[in-house]
């Protein structure tokens, strides 16, 4: 199948099945965002409950926060956002659409990326612009390229920013950690190495978001910080790594489809960076994470800012000093395309094409669906529903579905991923059986009602 048709399946199926909807789409919807639909949203939260569960139920030295999105303005200076955070930018010069340079540079096999001075990308675009062609007319006719700065501003600024600044909406939600460093050492007194997790959003002003959710100018990130001595970076960077590696494996994400890429061009403070890619139908390879080795830039610049010291003293030697700070940051839309885009499968079934999601059956947003064989005889419709009602209080990501005939429900459920469909047939009335049918392999399966809830949860 060819890439681009794949992806419009998967898109097509992710609105089909309640999955994701364009933002604000009853008024012809809001460029760049998307909203999660019933079992989007609960492959999201195992997607999350996964990643949290790793980052820090697992982990005995990591803290899950949840900061504030509204931020004092002077975060963003601290951190270098609103001088620094743009992208290179020109504009065709037929129709003004804008075109991300380094991104096009990066399809010629030229290295080129946002760190780059404005001197320098308009020195590579100079060479190769008549190369490039405008997505929308084609043409090879640009303006020189300018930074465009990605923070989304908020007008809350009006009442309660100091000056002149507005107050931004965060441009990522790793600032939060920095800002509650402090309160976590002062609170929970943790030695270093010590981390810290969260899920937050963020918001950028994405000239041209594209890609479905690959691009969107409203997403989450989940990111840890880990705090650790100076100097002591290097076998923790490359542990963090090969942690975040397997975690997509674990995820059920194919390996073959997965490759670390290394940063060649660092931002001055950096001393180390990395990406974890998918390879995405269409798109190709692209980020999904970013592992950063960020030195002791981050504390020392809020310090410096703030005019709060933020350096650790350790209780046992009476050393006082800024700590180092390792950061994954991971985009939750990306790492769901991802597994979406992973788990779309066809094939052939008792001789008739299917499409279905070889979900992992840990993550599926359905465990198990259960269905009455027929819906207009009552004392079966009763049973399955008893059959599902006591399910449901074990596996609460159960779902009832009569719509439709046998072989309709079993479409549907294929396609939202759901591992077990249950049929209450007319025998069960007899024998107190169930039909457990396997959603990868077609096989059923007679299970007794009573043992039902412990068969699917050994399966799972
Ligand atoms: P890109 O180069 O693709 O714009 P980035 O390097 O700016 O990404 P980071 O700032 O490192 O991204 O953000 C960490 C993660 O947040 C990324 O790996 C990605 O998964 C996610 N992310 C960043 N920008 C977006 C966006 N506009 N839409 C969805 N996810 C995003």
């Known amino acids: 199948m060819e890439s681009e048709e794949l992806m419009e399946k998967i898109v097509s199926l992710c609105k089909r099945r309640g999955f994701v909807f364009q933002g604000s789409e009853i008024y012809g919807g809001l460029a760049g965002t998307y909203d999660f639909g019933p079992h ?34 002077r975060v963003w200076e601290a951190s270098g956002h609103t001088s620094g955070f743009s992208d290179p930018l020109a504009e065709c010069r037929v129709c003004n659409t804008r075109v991300r340079v380094d991104k096009e540079l990066g399809r010629l096999g030229v290295a080129a990326d946002e760190k780059m001075s404005e001197e320098e990308i308009n020195a590579l675009f100079d060479a190769h612009k008549n190369e490039i062609k405008c997505s929308k007319c084609g043409k090879s006719d640009f303006t020189q390229v300018r930074a465009f700065n990605l923070l989304v ?59 479905f959710l690959f691009r969107t100018r409203e997403f989450e990130q989940a990111d840890t910080q880990l705090f650790i001595r100076p100097n002591e970076n290097k076998d923790a ?23 670390v890429k290394q940063h060649d061009n660092l931002v ?41 010291d933020l350096s650790y003293i350790d209780q046992q030697t009476g050393e006082k000093f800024i700590p180092w ?63 599902y009602l006591d399910l449901k209080k074990e596996i609460p990501s159960a779902m009832w579905d009569d719509n439709g005939n046998i072989g309709k429900r079993y479409r549907r459920q294929d396609e939202i991923g759901t591992p077990y469909c249950i049929t209450v047939d007319f025998e069960t009335l007899e024998d107190d059986a169930v039909t457990v049918r396997n959603r990868d392999t077609g096989e059923q399966e007679r299970v007794s009602v009573e043992e039902l809830h412990s068969y699917i949860e050994k399966h799972l």
């Not at 600024?157 to 002149?164: E, V």
């Not at 974890?276 to 994470?289: L, S």
Request: glycine share 8%; hydrophobic share 35%.
């Open 325 to 387: 700070i390792l950061e994954t940051s991971m985009g939750v839309g990306r790492v769901f395309l991802a597994v979406i885009s992973d788990a779309y499968t066809e094939d052939e079934m008792n001789g008739e094409k299917r499409a279905y999601l070889k979900l992992k059956p840990a993550i599926a947003p359905v465990k198990a669906a259960v269905f009455p064989l027929v819906k207009n005889k009552e004392e079966l419709v009763e049973k399955a529903r008893e059959v």
């Open 268 to 308: 001055f403070y950096a001393s180390d960076a990395c990406d974890i890619e998918y390879e995405f139908p269409t798109y190709g390879f692209d980020e999904v994470e970013g592992i950063h080795d960020r030195t002791d830039y981050d504390l020392t610049q809020h310090s410096k800012h703030s005019g709060v």
């Open 40 to 73: 989007g949203l609960a492959l999201v939260n195992n997607i999350k409950n996964s990643w949290w569960h790793t980052n820090v139920h697992e982990k005995d030295n990591y803290y899950g926060i949840d900061s504030a999105i509204f931020k004092d303005p």
């Open 153 to 211: 501003k908020s007008n809350l600024g009006d009442f309660t920013s100091k000056g002149d600044s507005p107050v931004y909406l965060p441009g990522e939600a790793s600032q939060g950690i920095y800002l509650n460093y402090k309160n976590v050492v002062d609170t929970m007194h943790p030695k270093l190495p010590f981390g810290i997790a969260q899920i937050g959003k963020a918001f950028r002003n994405e000239i041209s978001p594209r890609n």
């Open 237 to 259: 960077f490359e542990r963090i790594k090969q942690e975040r590696w397997d975690w997509y494996l674990q995820l059920g994400i194919g390996e073959n489809k997965l490759r």
